[in-house]
């Protein structure tokens, strides 16, 4: 008898944290509805052998396709004490097992570039070249009187290699004259926009941005607001303001601009942590997107990670995560499930329709589909 009531007790005890696990989230008091269209799959880790503490950020690369450069807060560059910057910048791949080029830093701080607090990374397209974009903003106690915009020309990886960058920098204050603390980055290719959103405690996040050019040198720029994002209201219930999403530290967007990613941590409790996906119509700025905020949606497949700090868009059906948790973080790949059009329009190969018992499949490289996109086991 003993033994039938621990069961059920059990089983209404892991009923209970499934359903709380994925409780709705209610998003400037409306609560939204999940993405159930893509599946999350681990890809790799983030090897110790890559010699990179605390990833707080990732973006494939343009230059060199098949890899991810992975950007470190952890920061050892300094010419006065002679040592040398071990983890700030690599280039792996989605496996995460071989450092396939590093990029030195030694010279930051000689050439008077914030060489600290890099918390998020981005790559984008400016003048047909492809850069990438470090953001040197987080500021956990908000009392830094400015803040830096670390960029340069993405170079080719070359297998075994480290080079010495010498990048250039834009730095900015808050509109509002404040300081701020950040962690996510965004650069838009459509309209060579750069997107910064703060990190904020147990409130709404607020998104900025500024044009970017190459031309600024080293005049001060003012970024733009363009609005808040996160949860005034609460989950319901009288839940907690903590619960809803708040504490940003990551964002991107897809490289021809339709889908911006934006996700947050909640150290608290994992199940108030979440990925957000807005889609950006016709004629639409990002920040008219998100101005607009009307129904992002949250991804269903997206799990808890401590520390969950990096985002970055492969492609419109591809995005990766991983975190700066100590140790040896997982690398997520989150793949889109494709309708049988898209997966006829997409770049899969090798694909054929094929009938079997009179019904309709697409036979592809990545097996055998019925026409609504279904894989068929």
């Known amino acids: 008898m003993l033994k039938r009531h621990f069961l059920i007790c059990s089983l209404v005890l892991l009923d209970s944290i499934a ?9 400037l008091g409306d609560t939204l509805e999940w993405n159930i269209q893509w599946k999350r799959t681990q890809c790799g880790t983030v090897r110790g052998s890559l010699d990179i503490q605390e990833v707080s950020g990732i973006a494939c690369s343009r230059v060199t396709p098949g890899y991810i450069w992975m950007q470190s807060d952890e920061c050892d560059n300094d010419p006065e004490t002679g040592k040398k910057n071990r983890d700030h910048i690599i280039a792996t791949d989605e496996k995460g097992e071989n450092l396939y080029m590093r990029l030195d830093f030694l010279t930051l701080k000689a050439e008077g570039i914030r060489y600290y607090d890099w918390e998020d990374m981005s790559g984008g397209v400016y003048e047909g070249k492809n850069y990438l974009f470090v953001g040197a903003f987080g500021d956990n106690e908000e009392v830094d009187d400015y803040y830096t915009i670390v960029y340069f020309e ?6 075994g290699t480290t080079i010495e960058m010498h990048p250039s920098q834009i730095e900015y204050v808050y509109p509002d004259g404040k300081s701020h603390n950040c962690e996510a980055i965004m ?12 990190k904020v405690y147990y409130n709404v996040c607020q998104v900025f941005s500024l044009p970017f050019r190459l031309d600024y040198g080293d005049e001060v720029q003012t970024l733009k607001y363009e609005c808040d994002l996160g949860v005034k209201s609460d989950l319901g219930d009288g839940a907690k303001p903590y619960k809803g999403f708040h504490l940003v530290t990551a964002a991107d967007i897809s490289p021809d601009g339709k889908y911006i990613l934006i996700k947050n941590h909640n150290n608290i409790q ?24 009307t129904r992002p949606e949250p991804l269903k497949c997206y799990n808890y990670e401590w520390q969950g700090e990096a985002i970055c868009w492969l492609d ?38 094929v009938m079997m018992d009179n019904v309709l499949y697409i036979q592809s490289n990545e097996g055998l589909f019925t026409i609504d996109g279904r894989r068929v086991q």
């Open 316 to 353: 419109n059906n591809t995005f990766y995560t991983t975190s700066d948790s100590d140790g040896e973080p997982p690398i997520f790949k989150y793949t889109k499930k494709l309708t049988a059009v898209e997966y006829v329009r997409s770049n899969v190969a090798s694909k054929s329709l």
């Open 19 to 27: 359903a709380f696990a994925v409780k709705p989230l209610v998003y």
């Open 270 to 293: 994992a199940a108030w942590s979440w990925v957000l996906l807005f889609t950006r119509e016709d004629g639409e700025s990002v920040a008219e997107t998100l101005r607009r905020q």
């Open 187 to 198: 650069y838009d290719n459509v309209d060579q926009m750069i997107y910064i959103v703060t």
């Open 154 to 159: 993405e170079p080719e990886i070359v297998e």
